[in-house]
């Protein structure tokens, strides 16, 4: 489905965007992964094989950002989809907030993807250094479409990577860019993130144990389980690939239905 595409993944190295960089190998797509922890990203790209590959990408920074796109395009040839996947999430209760926590937030969760996009857009478009238009995936979440208390910053920057697609997308197609851009809103994945997440739900007594914390999310969850990495690569590759070539400016919720 992606034979000839060539794939930059952000937040690469563990968790979701490791399983969307190999979803995204699988299907054929030479892939990219860019994040802070470059040991273990090299690690994993050498565990995805198919030509998979490593950088060093810091989204929080512009200059970090031209490098990494640079050395995809020589690496691989193209750059043709951008999955801004890379995020933190810092817990709080409002009561206790901290205002370095939600500028670090802010920082990689919002800053980060808007860059990304910015010199996709440069370098996909016509006349960029790869040219042939492109496909972008951000990863939003289910905490932009509901209310978890403890999250709110978070929330909050999820909220904006959920605006921030449908503007980007809107610019794209008025400037004849020839790119897509769309996010997911993935649920609860047992992944560092969201282990620790459970973790601080019952540290700030919110839940008894990390068990009851899961299975509180669980019930919620009309199709009662967590999301399981696989899904949400599963969905980003959709809307990476041709199969969604009509698709821009769209949120696709992958949390089991709990943001219905
Ligand atoms: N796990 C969940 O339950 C869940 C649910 C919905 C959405 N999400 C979102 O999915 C994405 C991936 O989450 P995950 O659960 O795999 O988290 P994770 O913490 O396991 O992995 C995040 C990756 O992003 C990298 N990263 C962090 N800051 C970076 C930076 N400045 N530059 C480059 N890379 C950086 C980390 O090194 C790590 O490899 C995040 O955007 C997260 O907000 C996660």
Not at 236 to 260: H, I, W
Request: charge should be negative.
């Amino acid at each position: 489905m992606l034979t000839g595409k060539t794939a930059l993944v952000t937040g690469g190295a563990r968790g979701i965007g490791a399983a969307i960089g190999r979803a995204l190998a699988a299907q054929g797509a030479k892939v990219m992964l860019g994040d802070v922890l470059e040991d273990l990203a090299a690690e994993t790209a050498r565990e995805i094989g198919a030509g998979a590959a490593s950088t060093r990408l810091d989204v929080t920074d512009d200059a970090s950002w031209e490098a990494a796109v640079n050395a995809a395009i020589e690496t691989h040839g193209g750059f043709d989809i951008l999955v801004n996947n890379a995020g933190v999430e810092i817990t709080s209760l409002v009561l206790r907030v901290e205002a370095e926590d939600i500028r670090r937030m802010c920082d990689v969760n919002v800053v980060g993807p808007l860059l990304g996009m910015k010199h996709a857009f440069r370098a996909m478009g016509p006349g960029g250094a790869a040219g042939q238009g492109g496909a972008i995936v951000n990863i939003a979440s289910v905490a932009a479409t509901i209310a978890f208390p403890s999250i709110a910053g978070y929330s909050a920057t999820k909220s904006a990577v959920d605006r921030m697609t449908r503007v980007a997308a809107m610019e794209a197609g008025k400037l004849g860019l020839n790119v897509r851009v769309n996010c997911l809103y993935p649920g609860l994945a047992a992944t560092e993130m969201g282990l620790k997440l459970a973790d601080d739900i019952v540290r700030l007594g919110l839940a008894e144990s990390v068990e009851a914390a899961i299975g509180d999310v669980v019930a919620q969850t009309p199709l009662g389980r967590l999301a399981d990495i696989a899904d949400i690569a599963d969905a980003a590759v959709f809307l990476a690939s041709d199969q969604a070539r009509f698709v821009t400016g769209a949120g696709l919720p992958v949390d089991g239905g709990m943001g219905m």
